[in-house]
């Protein structure tokens, strides 16, 4: 009766010690799990649209959880966002957005978000804006053309901002995102510099697009561009307009006309006919088309406005 005493107690010991290691295992386990939860913890960061996505995501890659405002498909130059659009400001760390009059509505979408946390910033602070030049256009939507990313050098400098926003609101991560904006920078110097000798190699410099998107990329090479719509594709163009493009085509012997998706191809299409023409694709990199990244996109611009060219 002892015996099966002791062995009932060496039991119930026993028992008890696995319990316990097993209740400090889990307990072990979930502060673990824990603490990867914790480092895995990504920076939450509002866009306005695609190609401040582009950007925050080539520096801040696993680190960040972007929210883009502007679906793609949709016109970013008429966008007026609704509270649902701006409902991921209140808790975002950061909010980035183009600037040079691109958001008209940042301000009160910022001041609305009532996140006296948020780092706001404007990709395009400290360089130097194309002015628009027509009064009605300046009343209308602004004093300035917006489209600075459609530049490697702008593209190069508002990642710079977007950066040193990114590092001042996860300092813990800043060798991770300057490394890769170095990378990043280097892929735009070294697309600048394959294109660069190209475009100044090449006698003429004109080329005609849906809309006049790519005032900045011509500014970086050297170029001249056209378009069938102005600087924000406010609508097709007059019979005046039309027959100055014609001649401006023939005269400058134009070969391709080139169509973006956020403007209707309809008057390119048939410009491109009426010159003897071709219309071809070229990416605003508003939306994300093709499945294509920035750099990607841009060495194909460059590539086929290059070829136009000849």
């Known amino acids: 009766m002892q015996k099966k005493s002791k062995i009932f107690k060496v039991l119930t010991s026993t028992l008890l010690a696995v319990c316990i290691i097993a209740t400090f295992s889990g307990c072990n386990s979930t502060s673990t799990q824990t603490s990867t939860q914790k480092s895995q913890a990504k920076l939450k960061v509002v866009v306005s649209f695609n190609a401040m996505k582009e950007f925050a995501s080539a520096i801040g890659k696993d680190k960040v959880d972007i929210s883009t405002i502007i679906p793609d498909g949709n016109e970013p130059h008429d966008f007026d966002p609704t509270a649902k659009d701006l409902k991921n400001l209140s808790d975002a760390k950061v909010f980035i957005y183009n600037g040079f009059g691109m958001e008209s509505w940042e301000s009160k979408a910022v001041s609305s978000a009532s996140n006296k946390n948020l780092i706001v910033v404007d990709a395009s602070k400290g360089l130097t804006p194309i002015k628009n030049t027509d009064s009605d256009t300046i009343k209308e939507d602004g004093q300035y053309d917006p489209h600075i990313w459609i530049s490697l050098k702008g593209a190069k400098s508002e990642s710079l901002n977007i950066k040193n926003a990114l590092i001042k609101a996860d300092p813990s991560n800043k060798n991770f995102y300057k490394k890769n904006y170095k990378d990043f920078s280097k892929q735009l110097d070294d697309l600048f510099n394959e294109y660069n000798p190209k475009f100044q190699g090449s006698k ?11 005032g900045y990329l011509c500014r970086d090479f050297g170029l001249k561009q056209n378009s069938v719509e102005d600087v924000f594709a406010d609508g097709e163009p007059s019979t005046k307009k039309l027959k100055q493009l014609v001649d401006y085509c023939k005269t400058n012997k134009i070969k391709t006309i080139f169509v973006e998706d956020m403007v209707s ?41 290059y070829r136009s060219l000849q």
């Open 204 to 214: 003429n410099k004109s080329f005609v697009t849906g809309h006049a998107a790519f």
């Open 265 to 305: 191809p309809k008057v390119s299409t048939t410009l491109a006919k009426e010159v003897g023409a071709k219309a071809e694709k070229i990416y605003t990199i508003e939306s994300k088309e093709d499945n294509k990244d920035y750099i990607q996109s841009m060495k194909y611009n460059l590539d086929v406005i």
